[in-house]
């Protein structure tokens, strides 16, 4: 954690101010230490990144980093507090889905940033400072850096490990474990907020989407990227009901087995006819969007996104009826709804100057 993002963060609790206690220092960054607040709440920071996390959600921390807190044990008290309080079983199997994905597949390398954000103007990013909602292994806040921004990263999940590894080196991207229904910033300090193919695995999305807004500084922008009801995703529900019911391990096995079938037949397939004089024009232009995106990628993306598609516990898919409803509750001005292919909305807005 860089000293900087401190004037940014407040306690996800009660909003309060935070003060920081250093641990070690590593790299001009803490590496460990606390945050902590008036209201009594201590929230660690554990291998760089400060872990703003709420009761229960918190209580995982002991467990996936047991180093830390034998270091630190005063600081098990703190989290046996809460003990009596039970992480919310969807919850925990999102943060686990999510969390072994990111780590297993933090070189995932498609950079898609480009599409996500093709609508905006060139210099949108310039000189802002943004939020990336749900940013997985970190690979757009990267791209969002690169276009002039600075960027903070929340991921629920222990992915935010794979984040700051991936943000080392960068001084203008900031990495916190954070909860988009208890986020840890104070409100209007974000002239540009994204989540990009994240709220629809939330137990509630309009809910997280609700929680943005009051984020944005006067002027600011909100666009987000959620899946768009298809037909052929109730083929991939059918799928999703065995590999729910399979351990990471194995949900891994069967996407390379969808990626195989899906790459080696359909991609490539296409990849062949499409050079194909002549036939080859016809062909690139009927053929599915998701198939021409793919075609443009290696085997490694396919078998990242089948994992991720087969993986989550949760899964929206919404009707423009419903995006509609979002946009009104919203409270934004100059807003856009579009349907990207037949896969995504893509929902812009910005707020009141
Ligand atoms: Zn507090």
């Given at each position: 954690m860089k000293d900087r993002l401190l004037q940014w963060l407040v306690c996800p609790d009660c909003a309060g101010g935070l003060t920081l206690a250093v641990y070690r220092r590593q790299d001009n960054e803490v590496n460990e230490g606390t945050l902590q607040c008036?209201?009594?709440?201590?929230?660690p920071i554990i291998g760089g990144v400060p872990r703003l996390l709420c009761d229960p959600l918190s209580r995982n921390l002991p467990r996936l980093y047991p180093?830390?807190?034998?270091?630190?044990?005063?600081?098990?008290?703190?989290?046996?507090k809460s003990a009596a309080i039970g992480v919310s079983t969807g919850n925990k199997a999102t943060i686990d889905r999510f969390g072994y994905e990111w780590l297993h597949f933090s070189d995932y390398n498609c950079d898609n940033f480009d599409q996500f954000v093709a609508s905006l103007p060139a210099e949108f990013?310039?000189?802002k400072l943004g939020l990336d909602v749900g940013c997985g292994a970190g690979r757009h806040v990267?791209?969002?850096?690169?276009?002039?921004?600075?960027?903070?990263?929340?991921?629920?999940?222990?992915?935010?490990?794979?984040?700051?590894?991936?943000?080392?080196?960068?001084?203008?991207?900031?990495?916190?474990?954070?909860?988009?229904?208890?986020?840890?910033?104070?409100?209007?300090?974000f002239q540009f907020i994204y989540s990009l193919g994240v709220l629809h695995h939330l137990p509630d999305p309009e809910r997280g989407y609700r929680a943005l807004p009051a984020l944005l500084s006067k002027g600011?922008?909100?666009f987000?990227?959620?899946?768009?009801?298809?037909?052929?995703?109730?083929?991939?529900?059918?799928?999703?009901?065995?590999?729910?019911?399979?351990?990471?391990?194995n949900v891994r096995r069967m996407a390379y087995l969808c990626n195989l079938i899906d790459y080696g037949i359909f991609i490539n397939t296409y990849r062949l006819l499409a050079n194909l004089p002549l036939a080859g024009i016809?062909?690139?232009r009927h053929s599915p969007l998701r198939v021409k995106e793919y075609a443009n990628y290696g085997f490694s993306v396919?078998?990242?996104?089948?994992?991720?598609?087969?993986?989550?516990?949760?899964?929206?898919?919404?009707?423009?009826?419903?995006?509609?409803a979002w946009l009104q509750h919203g409270g934004l001005c100059k807003t856009v709804l579009r349907l990207e292919g037949d896969s995504w909305w893509w929902l812009y807005g910005e707020r009141k100057a």
């Open positions: 008036q209201c009594g709440q201590i929230f180093d830390f807190f034998q270091r630190h044990s005063d600081l098990l008290e703190n989290q046996a990013f310039n000189g990267r791209q969002a850096s690169r276009l002039g921004a600075e960027v903070i990263g929340i991921d629920l999940s222990h992915a935010v490990d794979a984040a700051h590894l991936n943000n080392i080196d960068n001084d203008r991207v900031h990495i916190v474990q954070a909860d988009v229904y208890n986020l840890p910033f104070n409100n209007g300090i600011g922008s909100l987000i990227w959620v899946y768009a009801y298809a037909l052929r995703k109730v083929a991939l529900e059918l799928l999703r009901f065995i590999s729910q019911r399979l351990s990471n391990h016809s062909i690139k396919g078998y990242t996104d089948w994992f991720d598609r087969l993986s989550a516990p949760i899964t929206n898919y919404y009707r423009e009826n419903e995006m509609q």
